[in-house]
C-alpha cells in the first residue's frame, strides 16, 4: 500500500514559498532590494511605482517573505508573555559587519583617535548626548550654555539644564559599570541618576503603580501607545534583566540588534511614570559598551535621534502596528548609529585641522599640548576665559594638574588671573598672549 499524503496546508511555509516565487516574478529587483533595505512599512510600499501588479500583491509578497526569516522571542511567561519578531535579511547584516568592524575593531582606535585627541572627544561625546537626550524629552537650551555649565561645573538655573546634567552623571555612571550585569537595583539606579530633581521624589526608581500612563502625539493628544498593566510589570522585569544578561549560543542575538531590542522594550513596556525614553537611551548605550563595542562611548547617538526625531517614533509604531515586529525599530537603530559614526569621523577631521594650528603654541619652550590648546581656544574667541574646574573636565585631569598648567600659562603672562571672589578665579587673555601668537 501506498501511504497517503498529508493534507496540504495552505498556511504551510512551501505555499508561501511558491506564492512568493510567482509574486516576485512580477516585481523588479531594484523595487525589492528598497523595499528590503530599508524595511519598508505598507505607507511607503504602496506608493512605489509598479507594473502587472498592485501595491497590496507586494505588501504580501513582502510579508510572506519577512515571515519565511523571522524569529520571535517572548519576554515573560504564559497569559503575561509579550511576543514580538524580528527579521535580519541580508541589507541588515551587511550594516552589522560594517558597525562590528569600526565599532569593536582595536586597530580602528589607534587610526581613528590618538591618546590625546580620546580625552578631548569622549568629553564631546559625553556633554552632546546629555544635551540631546535631554532635548528629545523637551529640554530647552542652547548647547553654548550647556556645554558652559557642564564644562565650569555651574549649578542648574532650570529643569532644562537640571536634565543635561542628569544624562551627563548617568553616561559616566555606565561608564564605570559598563561590564556589570543589570539588575532591578542597577535600573532603579540609572533611573534616579536621569530624573534626579526633576520627579517627584516618590516615583523615583519605583515601578509605576497605575495604568495611567500613555504615550500621546504631542500635536494631536491622540493616544498613540498604552502600556502593559502596572500588574505585571515585575514578571516582564524580572524576564527583561534575564534577556539583557543572557545571551547563549544556541539563541543568539547580534549584540546591536539586541541593544536596539532592548531599548524599545522599556520605551513599550514604560515601567516608569516619567524619563523611560532617557533610561531605554542609556540601556541601549550600557549594553553595545558592555559587549565591546568601544567606540559607542565617542558618539552622540541622541543627536543623531534628535534630528530624525519623527522616524524614531515612527519606528515604534510600525512595529506595534505590524504584529509587534521589531525590525523597523532595529534598522532605525543601526541607521543611527551608522550616522553617528560618519559624523564623528567628520568631526575627528576638524579637528585633526585644528591640531595642527597648535604647532605654533607648541614650538614655545615649555608648553604642553593641553596649554596649547587652552591658548587655541582663546585665539579663536578673545571673549573666551577658562576655570580650574573646566580645564579639569575638558581634559579630565586631576584639579592640581589643571591648576599647574593654567597658572603656568599666567607666570608666562600668556594669560591673566582675574579674582572673583577669595577662592575663585577666572583666566583671562594675558598681556603677552599678542607677541606669541605674533611669531
Same mark, same amino acid.
Given at each position: 500500500?501506498?501511504?497517503?499524503?498529508?493534507?496540504?496546508?495552505?498556511?504551510?511555509?512551501?505555499?508561501?514559498?511558491? #506564492?512568493?516565487?510567482?509574486?516576485?516574478? !512580477?516585481?523588479?529587483?531594484?523595487?525589492?532590494?528598497?523595499?528590503?533595505?530599508?524595511?519598508?512599512?505598507?505607507?511607503?510600499?504602496?506608493?512605489?511605482?509598479?507594473?502587472?501588479?498592485?501595491?497590496?500583491?507586494?505588501?504580501?509578497?513582502?510579508?510572506?517573505?519577512?515571515?519565511?526569516?523571522?524569529?520571535?522571542?517572548?519576554?515573560?511567561?504564559?497569559?503575561?508573555?509579550?511576543?514580538?519578531?524580528?527579521?535580519?535579511?541580508?541589507?541588515?547584516?551587511?550594516?552589522?559587519?560594517?558597525?562590528?568592524?569600526?565599532?569593536?575593531?582595536?586597530?580602528?582606535?589607534? &587610526?581613528?583617535?590618538?591618546?590625546?585627541?580620546?580625552? &578631548?572627544?569622549?568629553?564631546?561625546?559625553?556633554?552632546?548626548?546629555?544635551?540631546?537626550? !535631554?532635548?528629545?524629552?523637551?529640554?530647552?537650551?542652547?548647547?553654548?550654555?550647556?556645554?558652559?555649565?557642564?564644562?565650569?561645573?555651574?549649578?542648574?538655573?532650570?529643569?532644562?539644564? @537640571?536634565?543635561?546634567?542628569?544624562?551627563?552623571?548617568?553616561?559616566?555612571?555606565?561608564?564605570?559599570?559598563?561590564?556589570?550585569?543589570?539588575?532591578?537595583?542597577?535600573?532603579?539606579?540609572?533611573? *534616579?541618576?536621569?530624573?534626579?530633581?526633576?520627579?517627584?521624589?516618590?516615583?523615583?526608581? #519605583?515601578?509605576?503603580?497605575?495604568?495611567?500612563?500613555?504615550? #500621546?502625539?504631542?500635536?494631536?493628544?491622540?493616544?498613540?501607545?498604552?502600556?502593559?498593566?502596572?500588574?505585571?510589570?515585575?514578571?516582564?522585569?524580572?524576564?527583561?534583566?534575564?534577556?539583557?544578561?543572557?545571551?547563549?549560543?544556541?539563541?543568539?542575538?547580534?549584540?546591536?540588534?539586541?541593544?536596539?531590542?532592548?531599548?524599545?522594550?522599556?520605551?513599550?513596556?514604560?515601567?516608569?511614570?516619567?524619563?523611560?525614553? *532617557?533610561?531605554?537611551?542609556?540601556?541601549?548605550?550600557?549594553?553595545?559598551?558592555?559587549?565591546?563595542?568601544?567606540?559607542?562611548?565617542?558618539?552622540?547617538? !541622541?543627536?543623531?535621534?534628535?534630528?530624525?526625531?519623527?522616524?524614531?517614533?515612527?519606528?515604534?509604531?510600525?512595529?506595534?502596528?505590524?504584529?509587534?515586529?521589531?525590525?523597523?525599530?532595529?534598522?532605525?537603530?543601526?541607521?543611527?548609529?551608522?550616522?553617528?559614526?560618519?559624523?564623528?569621523?567628520?568631526?575627528?577631521?576638524?579637528?585633526?585641522?585644528? @591640531?595642527?594650528?597648535?604647532?605654533?603654541?607648541?614650538?614655545?619652550?615649555?608648553?604642553?599640548?593641553? &596649554?596649547?590648546?587652552?591658548?587655541?581656544?582663546?585665539?579663536?574667541?578673545?571673549?573666551?576665559?577658562?576655570?580650574?574646574?573646566?580645564?579639569?573636565?575638558?581634559? !579630565?585631569?586631576?584639579?592640581?594638574?589643571?591648576?599647574?598648567?593654567?597658572?603656568?600659562?599666567?607666570?608666562?603672562?600668556?594669560?591673566?588671573?582675574?579674582?572673583?571672589?577669595?577662592?575663585?578665579?577666572?583666566?583671562?587673555?594675558?598681556?603677552?598672549?599678542?607677541?606669541?601668537?605674533?611669531?
Amino acid at each position: 500500500m501506498i501511504e497517503k499524503a498529508p493534507k496540504f496546508k495552505v498556511d504551510s511555509p512551501i505555499f508561501f514559498g511558491v #506564492v512568493s516565487l510567482t509574486l516576485m516574478r !512580477s516585481l523588479n529587483k531594484e523595487l525589492i532590494d528598497k523595499i528590503d533595505s530599508k524595511y519598508l512599512y505598507w505607507d511607503k510600499i504602496k506608493h512605489l511605482p509598479y507594473k502587472k501588479i498592485t501595491p497590496e500583491e507586494v505588501w504580501d509578497y513582502t510579508k510572506i517573505k519577512r515571515f519565511l526569516h523571522e524569529k520571535s522571542l517572548k519576554i515573560a511567561k504564559d497569559k503575561n508573555a509579550l511576543s514580538f519578531k524580528y527579521t535580519v535579511n541580508d541589507f541588515l547584516q551587511e550594516k552589522l559587519h560594517n558597525l562590528d568592524f569600526n565599532f569593536g575593531a582595536g586597530i580602528q582606535k589607534e &587610526q581613528l583617535l590618538t591618546d590625546l585627541d580620546k580625552l &578631548q572627544y569622549l568629553n564631546n561625546a559625553l556633554m552632546e548626548e546629555s544635551i540631546f537626550s !535631554s532635548m528629545i524629552e523637551g529640554a530647552t537650551t542652547t548647547r553654548v550654555k550647556a556645554k558652559d555649565m557642564l564644562r565650569k561645573n555651574k549649578k542648574p538655573k532650570n529643569k532644562s539644564e @537640571q536634565m543635561i546634567l542628569n544624562n551627563y552623571k548617568t553616561i559616566q555612571y555606565i561608564s564605570e559599570h559598563q561590564n556589570e550585569n543589570i539588575s532591578k537595583e542597577e535600573l532603579a539606579e540609572i533611573h *534616579r541618576l536621569v530624573t534626579d530633581s526633576t520627579l517627584e521624589e516618590e516615583n523615583i526608581g #519605583v515601578y509605576r503603580d497605575n495604568n495611567e500612563i500613555n504615550v #500621546v502625539n504631542e500635536l494631536t493628544g491622540e493616544i498613540v501607545h498604552t502600556p502593559p498593566s502596572f500588574e505585571i510589570l515585575d514578571e516582564l522585569m524580572i524576564s527583561f534583566y534575564d534577556f539583557f544578561n543572557k545571551n547563549p549560543k544556541e539563541n543568539f542575538i547580534h549584540p546591536i540588534v539586541k541593544a536596539s531590542i532592548l531599548h524599545f522594550l522599556i520605551g513599550y513596556i514604560h515601567p516608569f511614570v516619567d524619563g523611560n525614553g *532617557r533610561t531605554a537611551r542609556a540601556i541601549f548605550y550600557w549594553y553595545l559598551l558592555k559587549n565591546g563595542y568601544w567606540l559607542t562611548e565617542y558618539l552622540s547617538i !541622541s543627536r543623531v535621534i534628535m534630528k530624525t526625531k519623527g522616524q524614531y517614533e515612527k519606528a515604534y509604531l510600525y512595529t506595534e502596528i505590524d504584529e509587534m515586529d521589531v525590525t523597523y525599530f532595529i534598522h532605525y537603530q543601526v541607521k543611527v548609529l551608522i550616522k553617528a559614526f560618519e559624523e564623528l569621523k567628520t568631526y575627528v577631521t576638524k579637528k585633526k585641522k585644528e @591640531q595642527s594650528k597648535l604647532l605654533k603654541y607648541l614650538k614655545h619652550d615649555a608648553i604642553n599640548e593641553r &596649554q596649547a590648546t587652552i591658548l587655541q581656544k582663546i585665539e579663536e574667541d578673545n571673549n573666551r576665559f577658562f576655570t580650574v574646574k573646566e580645564i579639569e573636565n575638558m581634559f !579630565s585631569i586631576t584639579n592640581q594638574t589643571a591648576r599647574t598648567d593654567i597658572e603656568e600659562l599666567v607666570i608666562k603672562g600668556f594669560l591673566k588671573k582675574i579674582a572673583i571672589n577669595k577662592k575663585s578665579f577666572n583666566y583671562w587673555k594675558g598681556d603677552k598672549f599678542e607677541k606669541l601668537t605674533s611669531k
